[in-house]
């Protein structure tokens, strides 16, 4: 059975950081690249950054280029999204996913606000 399991929900002020982790589970987590969405009240779900399966030639929206890093951990199964210079517009509901396949998981809030 496919998991995917986000951590490292929060509210954090404008300028902040925070880690988001995706532990995943119930498939080879090595041989799939890996992605972040969000997707804020009333917008569509948008892709926020996406890595190949070896944690190499990570990709971003322009919107966080140079502010957002993904990585990854294929010994613990664990993809991550380091948020860091947080702006309110990147409030949202994060969530991640399997490249190529349709799962997700239950997101995780981050709320950026004074």
């Known amino acids: 059975q496919v998991q995917l399991v986000e951590s490292g929900r929060g509210l954090v002020q404008p300028g902040g950081s925070l880690r988001l982790s995706c532990e995943a589970s119930?498939?080879?987590?090595?041989?799939?690249?890996m992605s972040w969405f969000r997707q804020a009240p009333g917008t569509e779900r948008e892709l926020v950054a996406t890595?190949?399966?070896?944690?190499?030639?990570?990709n971003y929206t322009a919107s966080v280029k140079g502010r957002f890093t993904i990585s990854r951990d294929n010994a613990k199964n664990t993809v991550y999204l380091q948020m860091n210079s947080l702006k309110p517009d990147d409030t949202a509901v994060y969530y991640c996913?399997?490249?190529?396949?349709?799962?997700w998981g239950q997101g995780t809030q981050v709320t950026v606000s004074s």
């Open positions: 996913k399997i490249n190529s396949l349709t799962y």
């Open positions: 890595i190949s399966r070896f944690g190499s030639f990570p």
């Open positions: 119930g498939f080879a987590f090595s041989s799939y690249g």
